[in-house]
């Protein structure tokens, strides 16, 4: 009943809120090397527009990469000297947009935002002075410089991809037991339910690790996408994600007694909300708040963070500790609920 | 009680969900060797009862031994020492005759040269010498039976429980699984048996009816019918149940 009634309204809340490109409230850095009026009035109307937050001011170029490590900075703006002066002059400045293309989609958008607003600054100044000049943006995409679809694709492929394999394969083949009655009888002989369910478990992890593997591979030879960072952090990563997942599945699995039920379960409760909460189509960010939260208990959510830092900005686990943790959490919490229920079971 | 003749007893086991008396008070004891039957119309309490002296429910009260091991402390031993074939059939649909004998001969810790040997000697038992490659889902209903029956014994147990294992079997299978039982049996296999089946009772030594949750009558089928003057099991259970 819940699902039948509950489902539509979480559906239709979820599209509607969360299907929209615009943005808002995006966290962006300045340099501001010239410091003048019309710097200055850019800056005010770039942070007046309501699309933009100041996060930082930088003062040297070397702390761009740094802020945009650390992943909420999505832009970084630069006056190139003497901004004023030089449109004065040369009728023509500089400004210097530096995006964060590890997410192409998210990347576009905010350059694309920012420019038109340079434009309209651009129309106001003319304006008043009846000269042509022009506001020349010069826009680089970190990270990403050819915008790449395929590199934001492909770690969500791999998140969904495990996901799949493992949560709603062994959710399926350990209620497919139950359904058929063996699993009866494997409760009855002498195995430990820990061993019927790490021989139920241990095959999805080398599936689940084969698979991903593959499309790195794929991903690195077909698309030529680098993994700029350390591969045997991506790889404990990965096995980190499956193993979460996994539990994830048992704990399915222990709450559905039928094959049927635990695919639904699995593509309702968890398939779901992967592809609409995690950032995989749309960007977190623009979100209202309510959803955020809730994207915030999505596994998927952290491990796409994790493995996009890792494959595109190439940074360490100082980096993301943090959400490697709350997977970890998330891994422990599944696990003891499904013993807790599995017990329950059988009383 | 406490009687070495006895391999299951069970006195005043009593199973609550929640409110729901399935198992009120029950006592009774099973002999080594015997062929038990357990008489009961659907819904009397009869799984209920199977599933806990397997270990795979726990009783709300009472003192039950199966094989000589206590069922609240003991049950990893007692799984040890029995065979179990539950009301739905249980074998891998999708792998083959020799692949379940095998998988379940390893679950019970049977050493390769002993699975190799006894799924050997139970294809050619069975006369499966043809099919023993094939999947299990392709074979008909009563050579799954019987194939589950001999694998839920393929490791010596003590006692085999058997949860209505003749359901949708015709009756030429079901006289040959009887025989299989029979034969367990005789290799001093004790057998706990259900079944809705009367006449299959009068195969059983001794025979006990639950009627909603309770005991309502123990004895050998001869006793039975004389106890309640009547000229079959079906009789007496007819009478009981009004």
């Known amino acids: 009943m819940l699902i039948i009634i509950g489902m539509p309204i979480v559906q239709v809340l979820i599209f509607g809120f969360a299907i929209t490109n615009e943005i808002k409230d995006v966290q962006i850095a300045i340099i501001d090397n010239s410091k003048d009026e019309v710097s200055r009035e850019i800056t005010q109307k770039l942070l007046s527009s309501e699309y933009f937050l100041l996060n930082s001011n930088l003062s040297d170029y070397n702390e761009i990469e740094e802020s945009f490590r650390g992943g909420k900075i999505k832009e970084v703006i630069i006056f190139e000297n003497d901004f ?57 995409m970190l990270y990403n410089e050819e915008l790449k679809s395929v590199f ?19 959710s399926i083949s350990i209620a497919r037991e139950k359904e058929l009655g063996t699993m009866e009888v494997l409760l009855v002989s002498p195995l430990k339910p820990m061993q019927i369910i790490l021989g139920k478990v241990f095959p ?46 048992i704990l399915i699995s222990t709450i559905a007694k039928t094959q049927q039920t635990a695919m639904i379960i699995s593509l309702l409760g968890l398939m779901l909300p992967t592809i609409l909460l ?24 952290w491990f796409i963070i994790i493995i996009k830092a890792i494959m595109l900005k190439g940074i360490g ?31 | 009680m406490d009687n070495k003749n006895n391999i299951i007893e069970v006195e005043n086991l009593v199973k609550k969900f929640g409110r729901f008396v399935a198992n009120d008070s029950l006592t009774f004891e099973v002999r080594k060797g015997e062929i038990f039957g357990f008489l009961g119309a659907n819904g009397a309490g009869k799984t209920t009862t199977i599933r806990i002296l397997c270990g795979l429910s726990s009783p709300t009260s009472g003192k039950i031994s199966v094989a000589g091991f206590d069922v609240y402390k003991e049950t990893e031993k007692i799984k040890k020492h029995i065979g179990y074939m539950s009301q739905k059939f249980s074998l891998y649909e999708d792998l083959t005759v020799k692949e379940n004998i095998e998988f379940y001969a390893g679950i019970y810790g049977l050493s390769r040269n002993e699975i190799r040997q006894r799924s050997g000697k139970l294809i050619k038992k069975l006369g499966l010498e043809e099919e023993k490659d094939m999947v299990i889902g392709s074979l008909p209903q009563g050579w799954k039976q019987k194939l589950a029956f001999s694998i839920a014994i393929i490791h010596d147990p003590d006692i085999v429980f058997l949860d209505e294992p003749t359901g949708g079997v015709d009756p030429i299978t079901r006289r040959q699984f009887w025989d299989m039982i029979y034969e367990a049996s005789h290799n001093g296999i004790t057998v706990f048996v259900t079944t809705h089946y009367m006449d299959e009772a009068e195969y059983c030594e001794r025979v006990s009816i639950m009627a909603e949750g309770k005991i309502v009558a123990l004895d050998t089928p001869a006793g039975l019918k004389k106890t309640f003057n009547a000229s079959s099991v079906d009789e ?3 009478k009981l149940a009004r």
């Open chain 1, 278 to 301: 995690s950032g995989f189509i749309f960007p977190l960010e623009n979100m209202p708040i309510i959803l955020q939260l809730i994207a915030n208990l999505m596994p998927p959510k």
């Open chain 2, 236 to 238: 007496v259970f007819l």
């Open chain 1, 152 to 170: 934001m694709f492909l770690p969500r492929a791999i998140t969904i991809l495990l996901m799949l394999i493992s949560a709603m394969m062994t």
């Open chain 1, 317 to 347: 686990i100082a980096f993301i500790w943090k959400e490697t943790l709350i997977l970890l959490g998330m891994t422990v919490i599944f696990i003891g609920l499904s013993v807790r229920n599995f017990k329950v079971r059988l009383e």
């Open chain 1, 204 to 249: 999805y992890i080398i599936l689940g690790f084969i698979n991903a593997v593959t499309i790195l591979l794929l991903g690195y030879y077909v698309f030529g996408m680098p993994v700029q960072g350390n591969m045997i952090l991506l790889l404990l990563e990965v096995l980190l994600f499956i193993i979460m997942a996994l539990s994830l599945g």
């Open chain 1, 84 to 140: 004023a002066f030089k449109l004065q002059r040369d009728k023509s400045a500089q400004v210097q947009i530096i995006a964060d293309a590890s997410d192409p989609n998210m990347a576009n958008i905010v350059v694309n935002y920012t420019a038109s607003i340079l434009k309209d600054y651009q129309r106001s100044y003319m304006a008043g002075k009846y000269i042509p000049v022009t506001i020349v943006p010069e826009i680089k």
